[in-house]
C-alpha cells in the first residue's frame, strides 16, 4: 500500500466497488480519497462502460475512479464467483449500484455476504427506498423529474434537470457516509451493516425546504425562476462588455455599502427603498435602475466595486473556466491527474479539510485490471493460478481497452 495511504483516516480499510456510471463510483470515490484500499470490480471482458463514453459521458470514468485498483472479473462464471467470495471475506465494505436484484441473482446479496464476512458492511445504492417504486429502474434525470427538482429549477411548464448529475452524487455521498457510520459503529458491536443510499429519496430531501415552504403556505409550489424571491435584489445583470454578473443583496447593510460604491446615491436617499420589503415592493422600477447602472459597467469593474462594498456577487463562468479560478488553484483544490490518452490535467478534490491529511490524488484512475495481481496475491492466489484466468478470461489482466480520448 502507498505511504502516503498510511497517513490517511481510511487506510486499511477494504473497500469493494461493485459500482458503474456515477452513483457507485462517486461513493467509492470518497472512500478511495481518504485512504481506503478501493478495488473496482469491472465486468469482464470489456469493463466499466463510462471507459468507452462518448459526449458528457468522456469525463466519468477520468473523475470518479482515482486512486482506485481495477479488477475484471467475469462474475457469471464459478471461478469468478469464487475470487469475489474470497475478496469479501478480506473487505471490510462491499458496495454496489447494480440494477435492483441483480446482485442478488450473482448470488451476493447482503444475507450471502454476512455469511461469508459477518463484520462486512454491506452498501446498497439504489434508485428507491423499500416502497411501491422499490423495483424500477432509475436514473439521475429520472428522479429529478418526479422528485419535484426539475419542476423547481426551471420556468413554469419547462422542468429543467440541473447542468450536473447531482443526485447521482448526493445519494453516492449520503452512502459513504452510511458506511463510514457503519464502520464506526462496528468497533463498538463487532458486527457489519447493511447500508442503503437511494437516489429518490435524496432528491426528496433536497426539496424539503420547498416541500416546507408548501405546508406553512398551504399553497401549491412555484418554480423558482417563477416565484417571489424573499430577497428585493437577487439577479443577473449585463454588464457593458456583454458578460452577465451575479449580485445579492440580503440585508440592509448590503444595500448601503452597494448604494455608496456604486454611487446610486439617490437610490439609497429614497425613503421606499429603505427596508428589504420596500424594496420588494418596488421592484419593478428598481430593477431596470440597477440594470442601467450595471450595464454602464464593465464585468471586472462591476466585481471591483463589489468586492470593496463587500456584497455577494458571482461572476457566471463555464466549468472549463475553472481550470484558471485563483480560489481553486491558490487554495489546493485542485489535484493534477493524468487522463486516458496522457494528458494531464487538473481536477476538484473532495470539498473537504479535515485537520493535517489531504484528500490528493495518489494514483490516476486505472487502467483496465491495474492492481489485479497484488489484489489477487492478496487472497493466496499464486502467479500460476493466477496466468490461468488470464489464459481462461475469467480475469482481463492489464489490458489497452481504455481509448477514450
Not at 454476512?114 to 452498501?123: E, M, S, W
Not at 432509475?138 to 423529474?145: A, F, N, P, T, Y
Not at 470593496?308 to 484558471?324: H, N, Q, W, Y
Amino acid at each position: 500500500m502507498d505511504r502516503a495511504e498510511n497517513k490517511l483516516p481510511l487506510s486499511g480499510i477494504r473497500v469493494l466497488e461493485l459500482g458503474h456510471t456515477v452513483m457507485g463510483p462517486t461513493c467509492g470515490l470518497i472512500l478511495a480519497d481518504m485512504g481506503a484500499e478501493v478495488i473496482k470490480i469491472e465486468r469482464a471482458p470489456k469493463g466499466d462502460n463510462t471507459r468507452r463514453l462518448r459526449g458528457f459521458g468522456l469525463g466519468l470514468f477520468p473523475f470518479f475512479n482515482r486512486n482506485k485498483k481495477s479488477l475484471v472479473l467475469d462474475l457469471k462464471s464459478e471461478q469468478g464467483k469464487s475470487i469475489l467470495k474470497k475478496l469479501i471475506a478480506s473487505a471490510d465494505v462491499l458496495l454496489e449500484n447494480f440494477g435492483p436484484g441483480a446482485v442478488d441473482r450473482l448470488g451476493f446479496s447482503y444475507e450471502a455476504c454476512a455469511k461469508i464476512n459477518p463484520q462486512l458492511i454491506y452498501c446498497n445504492l439504489k434508485g428507491f427506498m423499500p416502497g411501491p417504486y422499490e423495483k424500477r429502474p432509475s436514473l439521475d434525470h429520472l428522479v429529478q423529474m418526479m422528485g419535484g427538482l426539475a419542476y423547481m429549477t426551471g420556468p413554469k411548464g419547462q422542468p429543467l434537470r440541473a447542468g450536473a448529475s447531482i443526485i447521482d452524487i448526493l445519494g453516492g455521498t449520503y452512502g459513504a457516509l452510511g458506511i463510514i457510520t457503519a464502520l464506526y459503529d462496528r468497533k463498538t458491536t463487532g458486527r457489519g451493516n447493511k447500508v442503503l443510499s437511494t437516489l429518490f429519496e435524496a432528491t426528496a430531501f433536497l426539496v424539503g425546504q420547498h416541500m416546507a415552504v408548501a405546508a406553512v403556505s398551504g399553497e401549491t409550489s412555484t418554480p423558482m425562476p417563477n416565484g417571489t424571491n424573499p430577497w428585493a435584489i437577487y439577479d443577473l445583470f449585463e454588464t457593458h462588455d456583454g458578460e452577465i454578473v451575479f449580485i445579492g443583496i440580503t440585508s440592509d447593510q448590503h444595500w448601503q455599502r452597494f448604494c455608496e460604491i456604486f454611487g446610486l446615491n439617490s437610490l439609497f436617499a429614497d425613503e421606499r427603498l429603505g427596508s428589504n420589503n420596500g424594496r420588494v415592493r418596488h421592484r419593478d422600477w428598481l430593477i431596470p435602475e440597477i440594470e442601467k447602472a450595471m450595464a454602464d459597467l464593465p464585468k471586472e469593474k462591476i466585481i471591483e466595486l463589489c468586492e470593496k462594498a463587500v456584497v455577494p456577487f458571482a461572476p457566471v463562468v463555464r466549468p472549463d473556466e475553472l481550470f484558471d479560478d485563483p480560489q481553486l488553484n491558490q487554495g489546493g483544490s485542485l489535484t493534477e491527474t493524468t487522463l486516458p490518452n496522457g494528458k494531464k490535467t487538473k481536477l476538484p478534490k473532495l470539498p473537504l479539510r479535515l485537520g493535517r491529511y489531504d484528500f490528493a490524488l495518489r494514483n490516476d484512475p486505472p487502467g483496465m485490471g491495474m492492481g489485479t495481481m497484488e489484489t489477487l496475491k492478496s487472497i493466496g492466489l499464486s502467479d500460476q493460478e493466477i496466468e490461468e484466468l488470464i489464459d481462461q478470461g475469467i480475469i482481463i489482466f492489464e489490458s489497452d481497452d481504455f481509448t477514450a480520448n
